[in-house]
């Protein structure tokens, strides 16, 4: 939930009249409503229609409009200016943790979720202290701010615990798959908002991939996606892909769609976008899009035994 009169102090202390507001795909809908409550408190307000997946995926043109983008769902991962952010909290139920307790083979455990729940993140440690586990909770990253906080492309904050189990409380299976490949820990994802509770298996994941590095050989010159989001923009790894192999040119892109990479045409492309893209998406993609890391290895600068999981550092 958002407070307008809180989100209104915030305007006023900055002097705004114009506001833009931006939500990812899942909270648009609040949009209408909210420049609604905006514009009854005297603000012209643009909303930004175009699809946004995180912070790394900022409206400049909507903000340029106005005199600051109100960035709705996220935390910051950079010092984008004339942006501020409000969070969308997800309530569940941490209750669930107690069933990875007598699952622990250790005193301590390394804790961490994502943005939407990290309110529950004290009263999880808290659970965790009464039943004789020391909670470890790192702190803050540079695209990470807040404790115990990780991204689908950062999970800078399950490596500082230095934990051999990491309880994830969160939704889903990217985010413990990627701890468990960053950090080697054992891992377990709490779901809050169902009561489930897995221990995810990056194996398949790892075998998927060799698969595709398998495929890509076959190819005789190399997309290397480059994107134009603010946040996701990483050029100089783009640069020293390309420089691993002369049939690789830098395609620079927006939104990176299967449509997209049909009509160019290549017959392999790297992703140094967001992450999430090579992992998530592969199967909608015509042809094999690999991680900075699977080229390299393609290239033959990095074994297979030293996979990494891709993360924007
Ligand atoms: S780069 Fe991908 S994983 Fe990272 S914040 Fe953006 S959308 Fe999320």
Redesign the pocket.
């Known amino acids: 939930m958002i407070s307008v009169p809180d989100l209104h102090r915030r305007l006023t202390a900055l002097n705004c009249r114009t506001v833009a507001i931006q939500a990812p795909e899942g909270l648009k809908r609040l949009l209408p409503r909210l420049a609604d409550d905006l514009h009854r408190l005297g603000y012209e307000v643009i909303i930004s229609g175009d699809p946004c997946?995180?912070?790394?995926?900022l409206d400049l043109d909507a903000r340029d409009q106005a005199d600051i983008l109100v960035h709705i769902g996220h935390t910051p991962?950079d010092g984008t200016e004339r942006v501020i952010y409000e969070t969308w909290p997800v309530d569940g139920d941490i209750s669930v943790i107690k069933e990875v307790i007598p699952r622990l083979t250790g005193k301590e455990a390394g804790l961490v979720t994502t943005v939407q729940h990290i309110h529950l993140l004290s009263q999880a440690a808290s659970l965790l202290l009464d039943e004789g586990i020391k909670p470890i909770i790192a702190g803050p990253s540079p695209r990470t701010p807040c404790r115990g906080q990780v991204?689908?492309?950062s999970f800078e904050a399950a490596r500082r615990t230095g934990a051999q189990e990491i309880i994830f409380l969160g939704t889903g299976l990217f985010h413990p798959i990627g701890i468990k490949l960053a950090t080697g820990a054992r891992v377990f994802a709490c779901d809050p908002v169902t009561g489930n509770i897995e221990e995810p298996d990056s194996d398949r994941l790892l075998r998927v991939r060799f698969g595709l590095i398998q495929k890509a050989r076959e190819a005789d010159s190399y997309g290397i996606i480059v994107s134009s989001k603010t946040?996701?923009c990483r050029s100089q790894l783009a640069d020293r892909l390309c420089s691993l192999s002369d049939k690789a040119y830098k395609v620079v892109l927006g939104e990176v769609t299967p449509d997209q990479l049909l009509n160019l045409g290549f017959p392999c492309y790297v992703n140094t976008a967001?992450?999430?893209l090579a992992y998530d998406d592969q199967v909608r993609f015509p042809a094999p899009v690999l991680t900075p890391g699977e080229f390299e290895i393609l290239c033959g600068v990095r074994d297979f035994d030293h996979y990494e999981v891709d993360e924007?550092i």
């Open positions: 997946y995180g912070a790394c995926d991962v991204l689908g492309c946040g996701q967001c992450p999430r924007i």
